[in-house]
C-alpha cells in the first residue's frame, strides 16, 4: 500500500469459540480476511489482536486502519458464553400473581428442550435445567387484563411496591418484568417500570419489560427472553463499552455497530443484549444470501464448521428463515433469529471412547482456543478432529493459518493412541479415519433434518462451505446427502465475519394480537402503520431517513383452535379486502407444501397471531466482480504433492496434489485426488471429484 492511499473500510468481526475472524471492506470494494486466536479470558482482547493483523497484512499500523474505518460491526459470543457458563447477573423477576412458577414448569417441555436425540433417549438422566432465577427470587403482583386488553384487576401499587422492595433487598442487580397479557395491553407494565425508577433512582438495575421487548403471545418463552436479556446484559454493555473505549483510544473515529441474531446490526445504544445470541452464525447466512443472490442460487444450505460447532442454515426461495422459539443452552426464547442450527462438532471436537458401549464418540465438547487440540502443543490431552485430519495427512502442520501456528504431529499420534486406537485396539490411522467419518455424519444428519422437515430435500439445494474445519468435510457429507455442487469461497475460512461486514441496520418488531381472516382492513393497516411509524423513529437514530429504509412484513397465521401458526412473507402496502383473500390463498398453499395435499381447511376459519416487521437500512456491499478467464490447466497453482488417507468408502492412502488457491485462475480445474489450500482453510477434493474455479475465483466442487 503506498503512504499517499487513503481507502476506507468497514471492518467487520466474529469471536468465534476457537479464532476471531475479521473482514476488511474497503471503499473501492475490495474484500481483506485474516484471523486470530480468540482470548475467552477477554474477548476484546482477541478482537484488539486481529485488527492489529489485518493492519499488518495492509501494510498499515493498528491506528491507521482504525483512524480509516468508518464502521466497525461486531457479532460477538459473549452473550453465549455467558449463558453456558452461567456467568451472569443475579436476576429478580416479577410476574402476574399465581404465574410464578411458569419457568419453573417450563411447558412441560422444559426436561427436553436443547437435548439431542440421544440425551432424550436416556429419559431416567434427563433434569430440567438449573434455572437462571430461582423462585426464592421471583415475585408475583396483584393484576389481571383480559387477552382483549381490558383491565380487570387494576395493578395493587402498595403491594408491587413490596415486591420490589424485596427484590433489591436480596441484593439482585438486574429486574425482568413479564405480565400475562402486557402483549395486549402494557399498562401495568409501564407502571411497574415508573414505580422501579421513583424507588431507586440512583441504584443501578439493570431492567427489562416484556412489552418492550418481546411483545408477542406466549408467556413461558416471554419470560425466558426477559431473564436471559436481564442475566446478560449487564456482562454485554460492560464488554462493548470497553471495547469500544479500546478502538477509540487506538484512533477509531467511525460508527461501532452490534450485531443482532436477527440479521442486522445496530448502533450499541440500540442493542438489546439477549438479541445478540447466536449473531456471528447469523452473519455466515446473511453471507450465504449474498452470494446466492450473485450466483443465482435460492436454494442454497450454508455450513459453517470452526473450531468448536457446526451450524447449519438455509435459504429458500432466496431468502433466509427466521425461528420465532429458539433454544439457547436449554431456553426456549421468543424473539426473531435467523434459523441456525448447531451441534458441538468444529476442528477442536474431541473424540472419546463410550466406556459401556466401547463405540467411538465425538462431541460435543470441544478443547476450544485453550489448551485446544493436542496437536497445539499447548497442554490439551484429548483428541480431536484437527489432531485426526492432521494424522490422515489432510491438515499440513508447517501450514496451519499459514505458517503462523506449526501443529505438532507427534502429540496428536500420541493423544489419538492413548484415547481412541489403544481403547479400541485398532491401527492410529483407522483411530484418526473413524474421528473422520463419525463427525462427518454427525452433519449430514443435522443438515438432512434441518431441511426435510422444511418440506424439502437436500438434493433440491446446492451446498456453501465455509469457517476454518468445513472444507475439509464438505465432500464427505455432501455426498451422503446426494447435493451435486459444493462451493467454497475466497472468504469461507472467515465467512460469518464476511456477513457481518456486509450486514444491513435492521430492526425487527414482533407484535401479537389475533385478528380474525380477513381482516378489518383500516383496522389491520392502522396497526402496521403505527408499528412502521415506530421503526422508522429508530432508524432516523441510527442515521436513515424514512424514504432510504425498507420495510418487510411477515404474517405469522394458523387455523383457528390450532396451537401453531405458519408463517408469510406480505407485501408492504396499504392492503384491500382482495390482497388479504390473496394472502389467505397463498398461505393455504404454504401449508399444504409442507403438510400434505388436501390439509389445508379454510371452513376451520383462519386467524394472523402475528405481525413482524423488518426495517432494512442498507449499508455498503462489496464489489465482487468476474475475473479474467484462465485455461483448464492448473498446473501454475501446483505447490507439489504428499500422501494423504482418505477416509469414508475410499479408505487408502494416496498420492495427493497439493494447490495454492491465490494461484488458482477463473477456468482451471483440479482433479482429485487433490487439496487446496489457502493460509487459513484446507479444501479436500477426493477422488473421483473435480474442482473447477468459476468466474468470481470460487471453488465448485461436483458429484461426479
Same mark, same amino acid.
Request: hydrophobic residues 40%; contains cysteine; charged residues 25%.
Given at each position: 500500500?503506498?503512504?499517499?492511499?487513503?481507502?476506507?473500510?468497514?471492518?467487520?468481526?466474529?469471536?468465534?469459540?476457537?479464532?476471531?475472524?475479521?473482514?476488511?471492506?474497503?471503499?473501492?470494494?475490495?474484500?481483506?480476511?485474516?484471523?486470530?486466536?480468540?482470548?475467552?479470558?477477554?474477548?476484546?482482547?482477541?478482537?484488539?489482536?486481529?485488527?492489529?493483523?489485518?493492519?499488518?497484512?495492509?501494510?498499515?499500523?493498528?491506528?491507521?486502519?482504525?483512524?480509516?474505518?468508518?464502521?466497525?460491526?461486531?457479532?460477538?459470543?459473549?452473550?453465549?458464553?455467558?449463558?453456558?457458563?452461567?456467568?451472569?447477573?443475579?436476576?429478580?423477576?416479577?410476574?402476574?400473581?399465581?404465574?410464578?412458577?411458569?419457568?419453573?414448569?417450563?411447558?412441560?417441555?422444559?426436561?427436553?428442550?436443547?437435548?439431542?436425540?440421544?440425551?432424550?433417549?436416556?429419559?431416567?438422566?434427563?433434569?430440567?435445567?438449573?434455572?437462571?432465577?430461582?423462585?426464592?427470587?421471583?415475585?408475583?403482583?396483584?393484576?389481571?387484563?383480559?387477552?382483549?386488553?381490558?383491565?380487570?384487576?387494576?395493578?395493587?401499587?402498595?403491594?408491587?411496591?413490596?415486591?420490589?422492595?424485596?427484590?433489591?433487598?436480596?441484593?439482585?442487580?438486574?429486574?425482568?418484568?413479564?405480565?400475562?397479557?402486557?402483549?395486549?395491553?402494557?399498562?401495568?407494565?409501564?407502571?411497574?417500570?415508573?414505580?422501579?425508577?421513583?424507588?431507586?433512582?440512583?441504584?443501578?438495575?439493570?431492567?427489562?419489560?416484556?412489552?418492550?421487548?418481546?411483545?408477542?403471545?406466549?408467556?413461558?418463552?416471554?419470560?425466558?427472553?426477559?431473564?436471559?436479556?436481564?442475566?446478560?446484559?449487564?456482562?454485554?454493555?460492560?464488554?462493548?463499552?470497553?471495547?469500544?473505549?479500546?478502538?477509540?483510544?487506538?484512533?477509531?473515529?467511525?460508527?461501532?455497530?452490534?450485531?443482532?441474531?436477527?440479521?442486522?446490526?445496530?448502533?450499541?445504544?440500540?442493542?438489546?443484549?439477549?438479541?445478540?445470541?447466536?449473531?456471528?452464525?447469523?452473519?455466515?447466512?446473511?453471507?450465504?444470501?449474498?452470494?446466492?443472490?450473485?450466483?443465482?442460487?435460492?436454494?442454497?444450505?450454508?455450513?459453517?464448521?470452526?473450531?468448536?460447532?457446526?451450524?447449519?442454515?438455509?435459504?429458500?426461495?432466496?431468502?433466509?428463515?427466521?425461528?420465532?422459539?429458539?433454544?439457547?443452552?436449554?431456553?426456549?426464547?421468543?424473539?426473531?433469529?435467523?434459523?441456525?442450527?448447531?451441534?458441538?462438532?468444529?476442528?477442536?471436537?474431541?473424540?472419546?471412547?463410550?466406556?459401556?458401549?466401547?463405540?467411538?464418540?465425538?462431541?460435543?465438547?470441544?478443547?476450544?482456543?485453550?489448551?485446544?487440540?493436542?496437536?497445539?502443543?499447548?497442554?490439551?490431552?484429548?483428541?480431536?478432529?484437527?489432531?485426526?485430519?492432521?494424522?490422515?495427512?489432510?491438515?499440513?502442520?508447517?501450514?496451519?493459518?499459514?505458517?503462523?501456528?506449526?501443529?505438532?504431529?507427534?502429540?496428536?499420534?500420541?493423544?489419538?493412541?492413548?484415547?481412541? $486406537? %489403544? /481403547?479400541?485396539?485398532?491401527?492410529?490411522?483407522? #483411530?484418526?479415519? !473413524? &474421528?473422520?467419518? *463419525?463427525?462427518?455424519?454427525?452433519?449430514?444428519?443435522?443438515?438432512?433434518?434441518?431441511?426435510?422437515?422444511?418440506?424439502?430435500?437436500?438434493?433440491?439445494?446446492?451446498?456453501?462451505?465455509?469457517?476454518? $474445519? %468445513? /472444507?475439509?468435510?464438505?465432500?464427505?457429507?455432501? #455426498?451422503?446427502? !446426494? &447435493?451435486?455442487? *459444493?462451493?467454497?469461497?475466497?472468504?469461507?475460512?472467515?465467512?460469518?465475519?464476511?456477513?457481518?461486514?456486509?450486514?444491513?441496520?435492521?430492526?425487527?418488531?414482533?407484535?401479537?394480537?389475533?385478528?380474525?381472516?380477513?381482516?378489518?382492513?383500516?383496522?389491520?393497516?392502522?396497526?402496521?402503520?403505527? &408499528?412502521?411509524?415506530?421503526?422508522?423513529?429508530?432508524?432516523?437514530?441510527?442515521?436513515?431517513?424514512?424514504?432510504?429504509?425498507?420495510?418487510?412484513?411477515?404474517?405469522?397465521?394458523?387455523?383457528?383452535?390450532?396451537?401453531?401458526?405458519?408463517?408469510?412473507?406480505?407485501?408492504?402496502?396499504?392492503?384491500?379486502?382482495?390482497?388479504?383473500?390473496?394472502?389467505?390463498?397463498?398461505?393455504?398453499?404454504?401449508?399444504?407444501?409442507?403438510?400434505?395435499?388436501?390439509?389445508?381447511?379454510?371452513?376451520?376459519?383462519?386467524?394472523?397471531?402475528?405481525?413482524?416487521?423488518?426495517?432494512?437500512?442498507?449499508?455498503?456491499?462489496?464489489?465482487?466482480?468476474?475475473?479474467?478467464?484462465?485455461?483448464?490447466?492448473?498446473?501454475?497453482?501446483?505447490?507439489?504433492?504428499?500422501?494423504?488417507?482418505?477416509?469414508?468408502?475410499?479408505?487408502?492412502?494416496?498420492?495427493?496434489?497439493?494447490?495454492?488457491?491465490?494461484?488458482?485462475?477463473?477456468?482451471?480445474?483440479?482433479?482429485?485426488?487433490?487439496?487446496?489450500?489457502?493460509?487459513?482453510?484446507?479444501?479436500?477434493?477426493?477422488?473421483?471429484?473435480?474442482?473447477?474455479?468459476?468466474?468470481?475465483?470460487?471453488?465448485?466442487?461436483?458429484?461426479?
Amino acid at each position: 500500500m503506498t503512504p499517499d492511499d487513503k481507502r476506507t473500510y468497514i471492518i467487520g468481526i466474529d469471536t468465534g469459540g476457537t479464532f476471531t475472524d475479521i473482514v476488511a471492506l474497503s471503499d473501492r470494494g475490495q474484500v481483506f480476511t485474516t484471523k486470530a486466536p480468540t482470548t475467552p479470558q477477554d474477548f476484546s482482547v482477541g478482537v484488539m489482536e486481529a485488527v492489529a493483523e489485518m493492519a499488518g497484512a495492509l501494510g498499515l499500523s493498528r491506528r491507521d486502519l482504525l483512524s480509516r474505518c468508518t464502521m466497525f460491526k461486531h457479532g460477538t459470543t459473549v452473550a453465549t458464553n455467558a449463558v453456558i457458563n452461567r456467568h451472569g447477573a443475579k436476576v429478580g423477576f416479577i410476574t402476574t400473581r399465581g404465574f410464578e412458577d411458569t419457568t419453573l414448569i417450563g411447558r412441560s417441555i422444559l426436561r427436553v428442550d436443547g437435548l439431542g436425540e440421544e440425551e432424550i433417549k436416556h429419559m431416567s438422566y434427563m433434569t430440567k435445567p438449573e434455572p437462571l432465577v430461582p423462585r426464592s427470587l421471583i415475585r408475583g403482583v396483584y393484576e389481571r387484563v383480559d387477552h382483549k386488553g381490558n383491565v380487570v384487576f387494576p395493578l395493587d401499587v402498595k403491594h408491587a411496591r413490596q415486591q420490589i422492595k424485596s427484590l433489591v433487598e436480596t441484593g439482585v442487580e438486574a429486574i425482568g418484568v413479564s405480565l400475562l397479557f402486557a402483549w395486549v395491553n402494557p399498562v401495568h407494565e409501564k407502571k411497574l417500570k415508573e414505580l422501579v425508577h421513583k424507588m431507586y433512582p440512583s441504584r443501578n438495575l439493570f431492567l427489562t419489560f416484556s412489552h418492550e421487548l418481546a411483545p408477542v403471545l406466549r408467556e413461558y418463552g416471554r419470560a425466558n427472553t426477559v431473564i436471559l436479556n436481564c442475566f446478560v446484559g449487564r456482562t454485554m454493555e460492560s464488554y462493548l463499552a470497553d471495547l469500544e473505549a479500546k478502538l477509540q483510544a487506538d484512533g477509531f473515529k467511525g460508527t461501532f455497530m452490534v450485531m443482532q441474531a436477527n440479521g442486522g446490526a445496530v448502533l450499541r445504544g440500540e442493542m438489546a443484549p439477549v438479541r445478540t445470541l447466536s449473531s456471528g452464525p447469523a452473519g455466515g447466512v446473511i453471507a450465504t444470501k449474498h452470494m446466492g443472490d450473485l450466483l443465482g442460487h435460492p436454494n442454497v444450505i450454508s455450513t459453517d464448521m470452526g473450531g468448536t460447532s457446526f451450524d447449519v442454515g438455509f435459504i429458500a426461495g432466496g431468502f433466509w428463515h427466521y425461528t420465532r422459539e429458539p433454544i439457547v443452552a436449554r431456553w426456549r426464547l421468543i424473539l426473531p433469529m435467523i434459523e441456525v442450527e448447531s451441534i458441538g462438532a468444529g476442528g477442536g471436537t474431541i473424540a472419546r471412547v463410550d466406556k459401556e458401549t466401547r463405540r467411538l464418540l465425538v462431541g460435543p465438547t470441544s478443547a476450544g482456543a485453550s489448551p485446544g487440540p493436542a496437536c497445539y502443543d499447548m497442554g490439551g490431552v484429548n483428541a480431536t478432529v484437527t489432531d485426526a485430519n492432521l494424522v490422515l495427512g489432510i491438515v499440513d502442520p508447517d501450514n496451519f493459518l499459514g505458517g503462523k501456528k506449526k501443529l505438532h504431529r507427534g502429540k496428536a499420534e500420541e493423544a489419538l493412541r492413548r484415547n481412541i $486406537a %489403544g /481403547p479400541l485396539k485398532m491401527d492410529l490411522i483407522e #483411530a484418526a479415519a !473413524g &474421528i473422520h467419518d *463419525v463427525v462427518s455424519s454427525h452433519m449430514a444428519d443435522l443438515i438432512r433434518k434441518q431441511v426435510v422437515r422444511t418440506g424439502h430435500t437436500p438434493e433440491q439445494f446446492v451446498l456453501y462451505s465455509y469457517g476454518g $474445519a %468445513g /472444507p475439509i468435510h464438505a465432500a464427505a457429507f455432501s #455426498a451422503d446427502l !446426494g &447435493i451435486k455442487k *459444493v462451493y467454497f469461497f475466497p472468504t469461507s475460512a472467515v465467512f460469518s465475519a464476511f456477513g457481518i461486514a456486509l450486514a444491513d441496520v435492521i430492526h425487527t418488531h414482533v407484535s401479537s394480537y389475533v385478528y380474525d381472516m380477513p381482516a378489518e382492513p383500516s383496522v389491520l393497516n392502522g396497526r402496521i402503520n403505527e &408499528i412502521e411509524d415506530g421503526l422508522a423513529t429508530i432508524m432516523a437514530r441510527e442515521g436513515f431517513s424514512r424514504d432510504k429504509v425498507e420495510f418487510r412484513r411477515t404474517f405469522h397465521m394458523r387455523y383457528r383452535r390450532q396451537m401453531n401458526e405458519l408463517a408469510l412473507a406480505a407485501p408492504s402496502r396499504d392492503y384491500s379486502e382482495a390482497d388479504l383473500k390473496k394472502i389467505m390463498d397463498d398461505w393455504e398453499i404454504k401449508f399444504e407444501e409442507l403438510y400434505g395435499k388436501g390439509s389445508a381447511l379454510r371452513q376451520a376459519g383462519m386467524e394472523l397471531i402475528s405481525i413482524e416487521i423488518d426495517a432494512i437500512g442498507k449499508t455498503v456491499k462489496p464489489v465482487i466482480s468476474p475475473g479474467g478467464a484462465g485455461g483448464r490447466d492448473a498446473a501454475a497453482a501446483l505447490k507439489g504433492n504428499r500422501e494423504v488417507f482418505f477416509p469414508g468408502k475410499i479408505r487408502k492412502w494416496l498420492k495427493t496434489a497439493i494447490y495454492d488457491y491465490d494461484r488458482l485462475r477463473s477456468g482451471n480445474a483440479v482433479e482429485g485426488p487433490a487439496i487446496i489450500e489457502t493460509p487459513i482453510a484446507t479444501i479436500v477434493v477426493p477422488p473421483p471429484r473435480t474442482a473447477t474455479v468459476d468466474q468470481y475465483n470460487n471453488i465448485v466442487m461436483e458429484m461426479a
